[in-house]
């Protein structure tokens, strides 16, 4: 207990106090209290930065992807494995679903790669049939629908456990009287199911709303040479390359520490909303 509580002050806690250098001209060799002092001038060259916001554009536009597209694909699989009867069958399926997210990204991109790219199987099984072939995993146009596919393989058997967990709670009594009652699958699932997880969608939503501009520095940083910044840039990947590849370490705390106010915003905000709507949310 201790030992976890200690991480976290930390690593998490205590290292906030390094986003000081976001308002210093930081220099490793001096130190952060050594480095002069620069006040909001990071912050203004942000604002200004046509790159940065660009970067802002894609993440925004990958998270939308993401919360519209995998955010209710672990639903809708709890939801088929909670109505499967053979115990043996609900299992395995349970297994092979959860797997992928025991891959890397490394194995995750690799093996999209070779199924997808453009030497990849589906290219070969169209060039032995004559027909144009495709480069889906270089294709700028195509990355970002890319990404969000990947993430639905890689992480929807592993989002299920949280809503399979709450769909065991339902009371198996009140199916039963909405079946009596003469309700079908539909309405059970809308009277009985859905009233019965909806706090836990409702957390679940408001803490991926609080993460939602980090969309996967990993995943992105894989596959950025192949489509090219344009499509592939986001807030962590410009941090990164500004910072660790550029040495500009004050601009790329002011850019990551700008992405932290937003993400708290968004949980304050949607926190908001669900006691609006009469749930309990993260926080009272």
Request: glycine share 10%; net charge negative.
């Amino acid at each position: 207990m201790f030992g976890s509580f200690a991480y976290f002050v930390v690593f998490h806690y205590g290292a906030l106090a390094g986003n000081v250098i976001a308002f210093k001209d930081y220099v490793p060799f001096d130190g952060i209290w050594g480095s002069a002092w620069v006040g909001g001038s990071n912050f203004e060259r942000m604002l200004d930065d046509a790159e940065f916001w660009h970067s802002v554009v894609n993440t925004i536009v990958i998270a939308v992807l993401q919360l519209v597209f995998y955010f209710p694909v672990p639903l809708a699989l709890a939801l088929l494995l909670h109505s499967l009867t053979w115990g043996t069958v609900r299992r395995f399926v349970q297994s092979i679903a959860y797997l992928p997210h025991f891959v890397s990204w490394v194995i995750v991109v690799a093996l999209f790669q070779q199924v997808l790219g453009d030497t990849g199987m589906v290219n070969g099984y169209l060039q032995d049939a004559g027909i144009h072939t495709i480069d889906i995993i270089g294709n700028p146009d195509a990355f970002k629908p890319l990404v969000v596919a990947q993430v639905i393989w890689k992480d929807a058997g592993w989002g299920t456990i949280i809503f399979l967990a709450a769909l065991s709670q339902v009371d198996e009594q009140q199916y039963e009287a909405a079946a009596i009652d003469g309700a079908g699958p539909w309405r059970r699932f809308w009277h009985v199911t859905l009233p019965a997880i909806r706090p836990v969608v409702v957390l679940l939503l408001i803490m991926r709303l609080g993460d939602i501009l980090s969309v996967g520095f990993e995943q992105m940083l894989l596959q950025r040479d192949a489509v090219g910044p344009e499509a592939a840039e986001i807030i962590d990947t410009f941090v990164y390359y500004q910072g660790i590849v550029g040495g500009d370490y004050g601009y790329a705390a002011a850019a990551g520490l700008f992405k932290g106010l937003i993400g708290a915003a968004l949980v304050y905000a949607a926190n908001k909303v669900a006691h609006r709507l009469g749930e309990q949310g993260v926080y009272k």
